[in-house]
């Protein structure tokens, strides 16, 4: 029966929308039911909640997530995916993060991204959201050997749906450099696990062993030639690691 398959729910990033995930769901068997759902904001998810506040997107988002879902979000997705099992832990079977931290902004004693180059992306975006983005879609594919083609196939693939709306965008930058939610990751019961790149600009790799003081039993895989997107430049091995994480 359809009721009986299990549900994966991946998350997508920032800026970006639910065609990212095209070549992954081409590759799973059809013994899972898929939801890629938009963020609020995103793609076909052009309603969105004002204030754009953590707990009002997940109450949006909960909606559209089955109890006992396979949770898997890749770097804004990813933060998204962790709030979500703290909040709303019924509806979180597994979490699972590609290319994300419960704190993306650098700390003391934390790796992340600096302060400024989140400033840096917060005023672009206002002078000119497309260029923004298209600069995103570039940083998430350095340092893989197919760089350029990677974007592209990146670009095309967020292309098929309704832009983002802008208030959206902005909001969720600033989620990603306010929220700090390392005390909730440290306490979920859930089991954990994640996919990372060794060459990533946004989430340095060395963020890992700080996940692990934080999750002992959680199980992390560093893919060693991939960036911030690896199921995009290396989707085959990206995809036995889900399989695999789906059991």
Known sequence: MNSDKPVLVLLHGWGVNQGVWRTIVAGLPDTIKILTPDLPGFGNATAFPLPYSLDAVLD???????????????????????????????????????????CFLAQQDWPGMSAAVMQQFALSLKNNLPQTIDRFLAIQAMGSTSARNDTKQLKQAILAYPAPQAEAVEAALQLLSQCDLRAEFSALKQPVAGYFGRLDALVPVSVVE??????????????????????????????????????
């Open 60 to 102: 949006f988002m909960a909606q559209d997530i089955p109890d006992n879902s396979y949770v898997a979000g890749w770097s804004l997705g990813g933060l998204l995916a962790i709030a979500l099992a703290a909040k709303y832990p019924r509806k979180v079977k597994r979490l699972a993060l590609i290319a994300a931290s419960p």
């Open 210 to 247: 700080k996940l692990k003081q934080l999750q002992p039993a959680a199980q992390f895989d560093i893919a060693g030639h991939a960036s911030h997107a690896p199921f995009i430049s290396h989707p085959d091995s990206f995809l036995i690691w889900l399989r695999s994480w789906l059991g």
